[in-house]
Each structure stands twice: as structure tokens, then as C-alpha cells.
């Protein structure tokens, strides 16, 4: 019998029960103010009726250096206002042509059309609001007979173009609103704006009036008022706040990181994807035997969420250290053994963990190589585990 793979779907079946009861669960609880303390258990695809947030400025002025970090950061760059847009602003004019379709993007003053046609009909239209900062492409939003849609094409920094948009059909549309993009539904344009930015999702309803792009402060932590309010009066306040430092393992990673980077509470759904979903860090991460074995292993067990991802492949050595006993083939860790080590160091050696063990995937039309969290011995030529 397979020991590890029955660990493994054991843990599974108890993550799935856990995120089905940690998704519904609040505290609800009263301060001063009269506003509902969220410290207890705060989910940020699921911001309740009535929240109120003060805002990343406010909270800025205690937390000034982790506010400046963290608004420069994949997260808190996740969407950019069509004025500012580097990309938008820095590209006049951006065409792409799929089967009878043509398609420009064009820069007017402060706004930027997006604009489709088959040479006898046309669609142009505003867009909205750009979703990404660019590392890897920015996808756009548009409006369209009271609907929201996403842009079929997407911006991709490597080819400084347009090509589909990753998991749009590379076919070609059968209508020209279907070449414009694809309808979202209600759900799935709560979901997008609540994973973007803050403010934007007020229980069942989209609040644009509220929003602030990228995910701030308040889109982890919960609402701030009481925590403000407490902290100016001179009273403890570090319990009225949310802190996911305070969640562990599963909790963390599949329950409050996945629940806009996707994990392994939607495993058959993810699956299906095949080698799209090495987009989905805690899908992928869940299977890995040192994330079953070490409590230890999360997503901000390698990640600062406050501060821009670093791209130094030595600061990610130092955290698989951190859990592997020294003794491989190098002289620097036999120089250092880890006290707190709870397996041993590769055989290999102790330098460029992440290139071997988790190597970078390139999905084809993405135009920009992604790197798999499955963590696990890589063999040559392997091909890809879904």
C-alpha cells in the first residue's frame, strides 16, 4: 500500500470538510464603534453587508514601511485605473488579427477603447479597469449592454503585444460579441473584483464607487475601524484586527490564500486543466510531501505578502533550510546545520532549491513561464503532474 498517497487523500478529505466550515465562519462580535470585529476569522472573497474600510492610508499611519512595500507588490499592484496604466499609457496603439477579426486597443487622452471588428461590423468600447500589472500580462474589463465582459486578448510583456487571454478558447468566435470576450456572471465578477482590489464587494453586490485598486491592507486584515479607533484612544488593540499570521498549514494556504489563488478545494476542477493550473499555487503545493509532512510549510513560509516577491533564487534556498538538516555535498551546510531542520538536505547539494525541485512551467500562448509549487524530485524529460 502506498502510505503517502493515503496520508495525502485523508488530509485532503479533512482540508475539503475545514474550508467548507471556515468559509462560512465569522466573528461577529461589536466594538465602539458599532461595526461587527472580523479578528477572530476574516475571509476576503467574502466581505459581508455593511463593512466599512477606512482605507490603506489610514492604516499607514502606524504601519507607514509596510503600507509603502506592500503597495508595490504583485498584490497590491493586481489592478491599475486606465488613467495611470503603464502599459496603456505606454502603448498608443496595439493591434491583433484572429480569423476574420481585428483588434486594436487605442489610446484617447485618459481613457483607452478596445475596439473589435470583422470589417463589417465594429464594437468599440471604453475599457474599464486593467487587471495585472504586466510581469506576466494584463487582462481588461469591459462593459457591454449592462454586462461585464473580460477582453478575449490580453497585453503580455514578453511579446510587448496582444495574444488570447490564458484560458480564453484559441478558436475563433462565432459572433462578434463573442470575439469581444467572455460574459461574466454575477458570481464570477464579485470574484474578480474581490480578488483585485478593496472595497469592491459588499456581500451579494459590486460597490464601484468604493473601490481601491489592488488588494490593500484591509482586503487580508478585514476592516480597520475598530482597530484604528482603539489604537488612537490609547486601548489594546492587536484582537481587533484580523492577522492571517495566526492561521497555520491548511488554513492558511488552502482555506485564506486560495481563496483567490485557488486550491485544492476545487481539485477536480483544477485537474481538468491539465498543465493550466500550475497557475494555482496552493493546488499545486498540496500534494507535495513536505507540505504534508511539516506544519511549518506555507504560502508565507517563503513569501512576505507586505513586500514585493523576490526574484533572488538564494532567499528561497534559506527557507528550504530552514526545514532541511544540513549535510549535503557542500561545505556550507555541513558548516551550518539547522536545529529546527526536520528532514535531510538534498544529496545534490543546497543552492538552487527551487530550480530543481519546483521548475519553472511555460504554458503555451502565456508568453511567460510560471513556477510549479508542486514540490518533489523532478526527473529529466518528465512530464508534467497534474
Given amino acids: ?15 475539503f470538510a475545514h474550508l467548507m466550515i471556515c468559509g462560512i465562519v465569522f466573528s461577529v462580535s461589536s466594538g465602539a464603534s458599532g461595526q461587527k470585529n472580523f479578528a477572530e ?42 488613467k495611470d496604466s503603464k502599459i496603456l499609457t505606454g502603448h498608443q496603439k496595439l493591434a491583433f488579427r484572429s480569423g476574420p477579426y481585428s483588434y486594436e486597443i487605442t489610446r484617447k487622452g485618459d481613457q483607452s477603447f478596445y475596439t473589435v471588428t470583422d ?28 454586462a461585464y465582459y473580460e477582453s478575449l486578448v490580453s497585453f503580455y510583456d514578453e511579446v510587448k503585444g496582444l495574444d488570447f487571454t490564458i484560458g480564453a478558447p484559441r478558436d475563433v468566435p462565432a459572433s ?5 470576450g467572455r460574459r ?23 460597490q464601484l464607487d468604493k473601490l481601491t485598486l489592488g488588494v490593500k491592507c484591509e482586503a487580508c486584515h478585514g476592516p480597520g475601524g475598530n482597530h484604528v479607533a482603539a489604537g488612537k484612544a490609547g486601548e489594546p488593540n492587536a484582537k481587533l ?36 493550473n500550475v497557475r494555482f499555487q496552493p493546488y499545486r503545493i498540496f500534494n507535495s510531501k513536505c507540505y504534508s509532512d511539516d506544519r511549518r510549510v506555507s504560502c508565507v513560509a ?33 558548516a551550518k546545520p539547522n536545529a529546527q531542520a526536520s528532514a535531510p538536505a538534498c544529496r545534490v547539494g543546497t543552492k538552487n532549491c527551487a530550480s530543481c525541485h519546483m521548475p519553472k512551467v511555460e504554458l503555451s500562448g502565456a508568453h511567460f513561464k510560471f513556477t510549479d509549487h508542486y514540490i518533489r524530485v523532478v526527473r529529466p524529460n518528465e512530464p508534467y503532474q497534474n
Fill in 1 to 15: 500500500m502506498n502510505h503517502s498517497g493515503v496520508k495525502r487523500a485523508s488530509r485532503r478529505a479533512v482540508c
Fill in 41 to 82: 476569522r476574516w475571509n476576503p472573497t467574502r466581505v459581508p453587508p455593511g463593512v466599512t474600510f477606512v482605507g490603506d492610508k489610514v492604516c499607514a499611519e502606524c504601519h507607514e514601511d509596510k503600507a509603502a512595500s506592500q503597495s508595490r507588490s504583485s498584490m497590491g499592484m493586481a489592478m491599475e485605473s486606465i
Fill in 119 to 146: 470589417g463589417k461590423e465594429t464594437i468599440s468600447l471604453p475599457i474599464l479597469f486593467a487587471f495585472g500589472q504586466g510581469k506576466a500580462g494584463q487582462t481588461y474589463v469591459l462593459q457591454y449592454d449592462g
Fill in 176 to 180: 462578434l460579441l463573442g470575439a469581444v
Fill in 184 to 206: 461574466l456572471s454575477k458570481s464570477e465578477t464579485l470574484n474578480c473584483f474581490g480578488c483585485h482590489s478593496t472595497g469592491a464587494v459588499s456581500g451579494s453586490n459590486l
Fill in 241 to 276: 484586527i484580523f492577522n492571517p499570521a495566526r492561521l497555520g498549514g491548511d488554513e492558511l494556504t488552502q482555506d485564506f490564500c486560495a481563496a483567490c489563488h485557488r486550491g485544492a478545494g476545487e481539485f477536480a476542477t483544477l485537474k481538468g486543466m491539465g498543465v493550466n
Fill in 302 to 334: 517563503c513569501h512576505n505578502p507586505h513586500e514585493p516577491l523576490n526574484q533572488d533564487a538564494a532567499y528561497y534556498d534559506s527557507k528550504c533550510m530552514a526545514c532541511h538538516a544540513a549535510g549535503g555535498n557542500t561545505a556550507r551546510a555541513a
